[in-house]
């Protein structure tokens, strides 16, 4: 639809044409509103299969196609940061019974006394639980423990 239209070139004259142009341009309108519906719909439909499929990937323990693990647990030793993390926010998601994310589990460290000394403690935490098997990251509402359910 060419949207350049110059009022000059036209004469001031209201006549059948007008209100034919008129009717078209609402009648285009109306299609397109119901175009734009039509792709919101499908959008949300996307984006919910995104999300379950993200949640799947996250908690499969079995292999993905191509025979590649879902993720790789990473190995850490007893007293490290990483087991620090892991080991506390196990405790505090299930006393909170429902999911945390990084940033109230860096509260609720903080809280207990244990100071993580790395540049950035939020994302250190969201790293080591989104790189570690026991957790999966729920969208909008954190990080909770992979085969558990929310108890609130």
Not at 35 to 55: M, P
Not at 58 to 84: D, I, M, N, V, Y
Request: glycine share 6%; charged share 30%; with cysteine.
């Amino acid at each position: 639809m060419n949207m350049n239209l110059n009022a000059e070139k036209f004469e001031p004259k209201a006549g059948p044409s007008f209100a034919e142009a008129h009717r078209l341009v609402s009648a285009e309108i109306e299609h397109l509103r119901q175009t734009r519906r039509a792709i919101d719909a499908q959008l949300k439909k996307a984006e919910a299969a995104k999300v379950l499929l993200q949640e799947l990937l996250h908690t499969s323990a079995g292999p993905l196609e191509g025979g590649k693990a879902s993720r790789e647990q990473k190995r850490f030793h007893r007293g490290s940061k990483t087991f620090e993390v892991v080991t506390r926010c196990k405790e505090f998601l299930h006393n909170a019974g429902r999911p945390l994310d990084r940033r109230d589990l860096l509260s609720l460290m903080q809280r207990s006394g244990f100071v993580l000394d790395v540049a950035n403690p939020a994302r250190f935490i969201g790293r080591t639980l989104w790189e570690n098997p026991d957790f999966i990251h729920i969208q909008n509402q954190g990080y909770w423990l992979a085969g558990d359910e929310i108890h609130k």
